[in-house]
């Protein structure tokens, strides 16, 4: 219970730290946002359906929304397949975007049903970047590297990064650097017409 309080309320407050809404709003776009919770194969829920950020007051209210919210089931195995494939699902009734993005939070390895790798061959992931961000608490299993799982198995699409957590404590800090690496406006090259053309 304490550790999905500290995830709960970490997004929550990371939501609405200074820094994340002035890129939020850095653009004259919208976000879409919405927010899940899982756990099992059949153990998603939705804590937060899809909303524009148009104004402070849009994004203070999702905040909130997630920060009541309590947890809808006592057992908590990994199906990482299920929920991606869950994610999926959503994005697919998501508003009209420029950029689709699910990220995938976690304190362990999948240890029940299908692996990410088939969610992203059965379900469609073609225009999705998937991000990942670890919870690497002290009394993970040692034979598990779950920072190279999550880099191996779980990031997908143009782009994905991972955050890590030093622990569940750290969970708002490690969001909030997420959430701002994925706001930040992506950069497009292109050569000027001018340019030198290189080596062919």
């Known amino acids: ?35 899940y919770e899982w756990s099992g194969r059949q153990k998603q829920q939705v804590l ?4 524009l950020t148009r104004t402070r007051a ?6 909130e929304t997630i920060g009541r919210s309590t947890r809808s089931h006592d057992e908590f195995p990994t199906a990482m397949g299920y929920g991606l494939g869950y994610g999926a699902g959503l994005l697919a009734r ?13 304190d362990g390895e999948n240890n029940e ?3 990410p790798a088939a969610a992203y061959a059965e379900f469609p992931f073609a225009e999705v970047t998937v991000n990942g961000l670890v919870v690497d608490t002290p009394d993970d299993d040692p034979e598990i590297d779950l920072i190279a799982y999550y880099r191996e198995n779980v990031l997908h699409g143009p782009g994905a990064f991972l955050e890590v957590a030093q622990g569940f404590g750290d969970y708002e800090r490690a969001m909030r650097r997420k959430l701002l690496r994925e706001m930040r406006p992506r950069a497009v090259g292109a050569l000027s017409q001018t340019a030198p053309a290189g080596p062919g």
């Open 113 to 115: 049903g299908f692996p």
């Open 48 to 51: 937060a359906d899809w909303r």
């Open 94 to 106: 998501a508003p009209a975007c420029l950029y689709r993005t699910l990220d995938l939070a976690g």
């Open 58 to 63: 849009d994004l203070l209210d999702l905040a």
């Open 1 to 35: 219970a304490a550790e999905d309080a500290l995830q709960r309320g970490g997004l929550a407050a990371a939501l609405i730290a200074p820094e994340v809404v002035e890129a939020v709003f850095a653009s004259p776009l919208p976000v879409a946002l919405a927010a």
